[in-house]
């Protein structure tokens, strides 16, 4: 199936719903719904790149809502992908189809499928707002993280106060000369010192 994509046979057998002859046009709406039906995402990807959807909703607003097998086979087309919820084809139907649609509101598949397509569009705002959230929460946690790890930076690399006065030898008391009281200086000389002869100097002048 996927070798249709990478030639130019999916154009060809899309110009089957140009055709006046209802039969060929039956035949290329139900090749794309084969197409959709097999539940492989890259060939859901490949009928959203190259538009496969729009000329076959073409081919149901030219029918102008005639009750024939035309209206039978694209509704049953819209039918199987709002059951199956596959996602990217609403989507797609929502934004490049449905101007075309909306005047077969009256159909019951139509209808249907408009309530499917607003189911979608708020269950994505709703995980929108569900993501945001998510993202702030995750913003904050990795703010209060960051803030922690250079408190625990700070606080790693700050010495207290008590650490700090260990640190810091005790200075000794000094005189006013500026001299540590335990380093005393040399004893000054005794006024009474004695001659070589045991005599004071005191002695030696009274007797002369």
């Known amino acids: ?23 060929l046009v039956l035949a290329g709406v139900q090749f794309v719904r084969i197409i959709i039906g097999r539940k492989d995402d890259f060939l859901v990807d490949r009928v959203i790149k190259f538009n496969l959807l729009k000329p076959v909703i073409k081919a149901f ?4 809502g005639r009750d024939n097998m035309l209206q039978s086979v694209v509704l049953e087309l819209l039918e199987y992908i709002r059951k199956e919820n596959i996602k990217p ?12 649609l ?22 994505k705002q709703s995980t929108s707002v569900v993501d945001m959230r998510m993202k702030k929460a995750d913003e904050r946690g990795a703010d209060k993280r960051q803030e922690g790890y250079f408190e625990d930076r700070v606080d790693s690399s700050t010495p207290t106060m ?4 260990q640190s810091i030898p005790a200075r000794k008391p000094e005189n006013a000369d500026g001299c540590s009281k335990d380093k005393e200086g ?23």
């Not at 139509?110 to 708020?122: C, G, T």
């Not at 040399?186 to 002369?208: A, H, I, L, Q, V």
Request: glycine share 6%.
């Open 1 to 23: 199936m996927k070798i249709f994509f990478s030639t130019n046979a999916m154009e060809k057998i899309l110009t089957l719903t140009h055709r006046r002859e209802k039969v």
């Open 61 to 64: 607003d030219e029918n102008e």
């Open 89 to 100: 084809l609403i989507e797609y139907v929502a934004e490049s189809c449905w101007g075309q």
């Open 102 to 123: 909306v005047k077969f509101e009256r159909l019951q598949s139509i209808m249907a499928f408009k309530l499917k397509i607003e189911e979608s569009a708020e269950t």
């Open 162 to 165: 008590h650490s700090q006065e």
């Open 186 to 208: 040399p004893p000054s000389p005794s006024r009474s010192t004695k001659n070589s002869d045991g005599s004071g100097e005191g002695d030696g002048s009274r007797g002369s």
